[in-house]
């Protein structure tokens, strides 16, 4: 009864964890969370898949080990597809600072700011400063199409 209660806690952590990276990954795609679903969704589709392939052969198979490593191999697969081919074509823009923030992934310190364009708003963590910028400041950055046609921002560094 304990042992499989510690499993369900450890499952469900690692769960919250891959959310968070998944989300950290795409953190500066403006696509509303579509990659992060859709990548979860591949590979727990692919672990299915495994797990139908592998009863069928009679083998052993450890559901949610499987499932961490293939959501996480289906993520990079996506990021790299996205962030690799996308258009080499630019544009400039100017961004302005609306707020910022720190969110915890793991035992690490995230700290983010929260950009808007005029448009929309979004969280931004790729900054590599010193400073955090504060509310109303303006940074200027480049966005560009991705491979799924979802706008990728990267932020020039102050």
């Not at 919250?16 to 500066?28: C, D, G, Y």
């Not at 690490?108 to 955090?132: I, P, Q």
């Amino acid at each position: 009864m304990i042992k499989n209660l510690l499993i369900a806690i450890i499952v469900t952590g690692w769960i919250i964890a891959s959310i968070q990276v998944i989300r950290s990954v795409f953190s500066n795609t403006l696509d509303h969370g579509i990659l992060t679903i859709a990548s979860i969704a591949i590979g727990l589709l692919l672990t299915t898949g495994l797990k139908l392939l592998f009863s069928k052969a009679k083998v052993a198979f450890n559901w949610p080990m499987a499932a961490f490593f293939v959501v996480f191999l289906s993520t990079a697969c996506v990021a790299l597809l996205n962030y690799q081919l996308a258009s080499p074509s630019y544009q400039k823009k100017e961004f302005v600072v609306k707020g910022s923030g720190e969110r915890v992934l793991r035992y690490d310190l995230m700290e983010y700011v929260l950009l808007t364009d005029g448009a929309r708003s979004f969280k931004y963590t790729g900054l590599d400063n010193r400073k955090r910028p504060q509310a109303g400041d303006v940074l200027e950055g480049t966005v560009r199409k991705g491979f799924f046609g979802f706008d990728i921002v990267e932020i020039a560094d102050r």
